[in-house]
């Protein structure tokens, strides 16, 4: 099918189901949602939800009908992204992959737990990993690695400065850094 055809048909589906988080899905090729026939395969396979309060299928349900609370909702930060309810779906959705755009779309709009956002702006940007090797609370962990003749950082980002630098410029390039920025703005309000 050409090009002007497919985005046409996406057009009209997003204009049919009028909503923003299906657009986006949409154009980032998660089109396969509207396959969903709710029938709670995920939520009744989900690891996570049987120790949490998570709903797959009501969270892809809201996100089909275009409910931008989901975007605020806890839920979608409870997914271990296993897999687990695309392997069990009757109809192949990539489930994950969408509670991965809804988390997304939710950081972009400045929804992100505080943890998440620490993690992000205190440790990732600027260790450029998401642990850090260094400081006092890893003192005892690099010493373990010392005593058993091993370098007392490992072969990440933490042993190369240069790679930190050029992986924060990534960072600025992608715009990571600014939307951080403003994030920071919205929780300091």
Sequence with gaps: M????????KR????????????????TGLEEIRACINCGTCTGSCPSG???ALRTRSVIKKALDGDDSVLKDIDIWLCSTCYYCYERCPRNILVTDMVIKLRNIAVEK?????????L????????????SAKGENNK???ELRESYKL????????????????????????KFKKLLDQIKKKIKK
């Excluded at 050409?2 to 048909?9: D, F, L, P, S, V």
């Excluded at 400045?110 to 620490?118: Q, R, V």
């Design 2 to 9: 050409n090009e002007k055809i497919q985005e046409i048909i």
């Design 12 to 27: 009209d589906i997003c204009e049919s189901y009028n909503s923003n988080i299906l657009r986006k899905f949409i154009d």
């Design 50 to 52: 049987r120790r949490t």
């Design 110 to 118: 400045g929804y992100i737990l505080e943890k998440h956002f620490n």
């Design 120 to 131: 992000a702006y205190n440790v990732f940007f600027k260790t450029c990993h998401a642990i």
């Design 140 to 142: 005892k962990w690099r």
């Design 151 to 174: 370098p007392s950082l490992p072969p990440t980002v933490h042993s190369y400065p240069e790679a930190v630098k050029e992986c924060q410029t990534l960072m600025k390039e992608v």
